[in-house]
């Protein structure tokens, strides 16, 4: 069991960083002024959080200060999953609180955003001059007709000017909704034709690796295709001239204009996030505006620990949840730190060299990192100076027991490690960083204030220290409000509480320890269920790329026509290594001693890759559903993966495969 296994915390916090932490100071305040535990630590302050949502999410926007223009009735009205309704009658606009920083006249002249290239040297946009072009192109915005509820479309990098759009399209009351410019012009048709946009800021190309990315052809599809446009914005990264009929960034963004915010519904919609989009079209789905403003300001001021002091490093895209995630640090009066490049350019280091440069004080970052710079032999504290950093958070995948200690060991004991699991669904944790709890090898501190989390077995019971489905039986105001296009609701309801009724199901497989802490398992939608036990892949993962000689791994659980079960591992070897008897020995032995004979592999195949999204996630269900013998076309969205050839392998297996 993972709480027998890990007894010994790999940190734990001290008195003094307890009582210097915000959530520390929260309870405080909630236990005088709206009835939270005063004594219990974080697991009092967390049951009071879910079983009495309207105190608590009251008392988030009473310590948070949330402007609500107009008052709210009551905190929650209709509280049913889904469909619950969060502080109706309320108006608010969240661009207003991303911004409120630059009126304090101490902070207005310090930096907002450090904008970091391939060069590493930071630039900064300094509260003042976000404001102000916010309000520029706020103003500019409504000339050309965008009223509450349309939606602005950005084909963008993560450069300031993202941010921007993203602000001033939410002070206008529209709908935000980005792509990475890697995105081929399919996948982001794939997107964006779903919603309609009425603007697209755009760039002519982009920077990765060292090299230049000329997008301009694309971008004229997108124009093409996209026949709601009113206005194209270009964005010229690369120096080149607007296209015929395309305005500019500067002359949209020139003038000394304060901010107009428009005060819209706490339900109203902020912005469009897209599902992986694999086996279909992308699902489109709705955050709104008051929903993720309180949201993030409780993960990222309490969980996360951010404020005024800090520097918010998390590497990401504007494809990926986490960009939203990290423009949302301007709520709490954080410096954001915006990359655009490649995470590993010019060398596996290249993200510490970064969070060093800008003073990051919380790192975030992928798993896959994590154990690429392991395996690279790289050294951060050796190398940089991290003593500005106080936590490495890191998502997209569970972070590996290994992991964990090559943080403890190469960045810095005293560290405080957060691997952190939610969704684009939600746009936040379901489980995560807590500053006040201990850190355990392999597992997840808590799960996250308001958020009920627990594992449940296929009749609804739940489970400790055994593997369960993730859900969540109560709601949270993140949850999105609907799916775009999707009008009785019937996709929303079918993706995510059509196996528990009322409950949300996320699709992972997941263990609530005995202690409180929480440990990933992997997609239950590809669930491995060998002789009745259910087993996560990210298990299997973790066991088998502590080899040198393994790069990446996908494994594969298929029910045969006989009744019998067929389990292969595909390993994507690392440069000169060879996969002969001894390796296939070395792998099995591994598995069976990690985790238990059931998960050593019927099959162990060479692989020239593993397939991911285009937002880096490992593709498990198509890779299935080729090995069934369904068409490639038929398997998966092909707009919607990085490597269309890779996938051709997989779909030669099954054609081979006696």
Not at 240 to 255: M, Q
Request: proline fraction near 8%; aromatic fraction near 8%; include cysteine.
């Amino acid at each position: 069991m993972p709480s027998a296994a890990n007894p010994t915390p790999l940190w734990k916090p001290d008195q003094e960083f307890i009582a210097a932490a915000e959530i520390t100071r929260f309870q405080a305040w909630a236990a005088e002024h709206h009835g939270a535990p005063a004594d219990g630590g974080y697991e009092a302050l967390h049951h009071w959080s879910v079983t009495d949502l309207e105190a608590f999410w009251k008392a988030v926007a009473e310590w948070f200060d949330i402007r609500f223009t107009t008052p709210y009735a009551r905190v929650l009205g209709d509280r049913s999953m889904p469909g619950a309704q969060w502080f109706p009658g309320a108006t608010l606009n969240y661009a207003e609180h991303a911004l409120r920083t630059a009126t304090d006249p101490a902070r207005a002249d310090t930096p907002a955003i450090l904008h970091v290239d391939e060069t590493h040297e930071p630039r900064p946009v300094t509260w003042a001059e976000l404001r102000r072009q916010v309000g520029s192109l706020a103003a500019e915005l409504r000339a050309l007709g965008v009223r509450p509820g349309d939606r602005i479309s950005g084909y963008l990098p993560n450069i300031p000017e993202a941010i921007v759009a993203l602000l001033a399209t939410a002070a206008v009351g529209g709908v935000w909704t980005s792509c990475a410019p890697d995105f081929g012009a399919r996948s982001v048709l794939d997107r964006f034709q779903q919603v309609e946009p009425v603007v697209l800021f755009t760039v002519d190309g982009y920077r990765y690796g060292g090299k230049e990315h000329d997008r301009r052809d694309t971008v004229a599809e997108l124009r093409a295709e996209l026949p709601t446009l009113r206005a194209v914005v270009h964005i010229p990264l690369l120096g080149t001239e607007a296209p015929e009929g395309a305005l500019t960034w500067s002359e949209l963004t020139s003038a000394d204009v304060e901010p107009v915010f428009e005060a819209v519904p706490f339900d109203h919609p902020l912005w469009v996030l897209y599902s992986s989009g694999t086996t279909g079209l992308p699902k489109a789905i709705v955050q709104s505006q008051g929903g993720i403003l309180i949201e993030h300001l409780k993960q990222l001021g309490l969980h996360c620990d951010l404020g005024p002091g800090d520097r918010f490093f998390w590497y990401t895209s504007t494809g990926w949840m986490m960009w939203n995630f990290l423009a949302s640090g301007l709520l709490t009066g954080t410096t954001i730190v915006v990359y655009d490049g490649s995470p590993g350019h010019p060398d596996t280091g290249a993200q510490w060299a970064v969070a060093e440069r800008t003073g990051a004080t919380l790192f975030g970052t992928s798993a896959a990192y994590v154990m690429a710079c392991a395996k690279a032999d790289v050294h951060p504290s050796r190398d940089h100076d991290l003593s500005r950093v106080k936590c490495v958070a890191t998502t997209g995948s569970p972070l590996p027991p290994d992991g964990f200690r090559w943080l403890h060991d190469e960045v810095r004991e005293d560290l405080w490690i957060a691997s952190v699991s939610g969704g684009t669904d939600v746009c936040s944790c379901f489980a995560g960083a807590v500053p006040t709890l201990p850190v355990h090898i392999g597992e997840l501190q808590a799960p996250c204030l308001g958020t009920d989390l627990q594992s449940w077995d296929p009749q609804g019971k739940p489970l400790v220290d055994e593997v369960g489905e993730l859900v969540v039986t109560r709601p949270m105001p993140s949850m999105p409000i609907r799916f775009w296009n999707d009008p009785d609701g019937s996709r929303y309801h079918d993706s995510y509480f059509d196996t528990y009724p009322g409950v949300w199901r996320h699709g992972d497989w997941i263990t609530l320890t005995s202690r409180g802490s929480v440990v990933i398992h992997g997609r239950s939608d590809s669930t491995l269920n060998r002789q009745g036990v259910r087993m996560g892949s990210a298990d299997i993962y973790e066991a088998v790329e502590r080899l040198p000689e393994i790069r990446e791994s996908l494994v594969i659980g298929l029910e045969q026509p006989d009744g019998g079960y067929w389990m292969p591992l595909f390993v994507h070897l690392a440069p000169g290594a060879v996969l002969d008897d001894d390796l296939r020995a070395r792998i099995k032995q591994t598995i069976r001693e990690n985790l238990s004979p059931r998960h050593v592999p019927d099959e162990i195949i060479e692989a020239p890759g593993v397939p991911h999204t285009l937002t880096g996630k490992r593709i498990e269900v198509p890779v299935k559903r080729l090995l069934q013998g369904a068409p490639l076309e038929k398997a998966v969205n092909l707009g919607s993966v990085d490597s269309v050839e890779l996938l051709r392998f997989y779909e030669d297996i099954a054609r081979n495969r006696p």
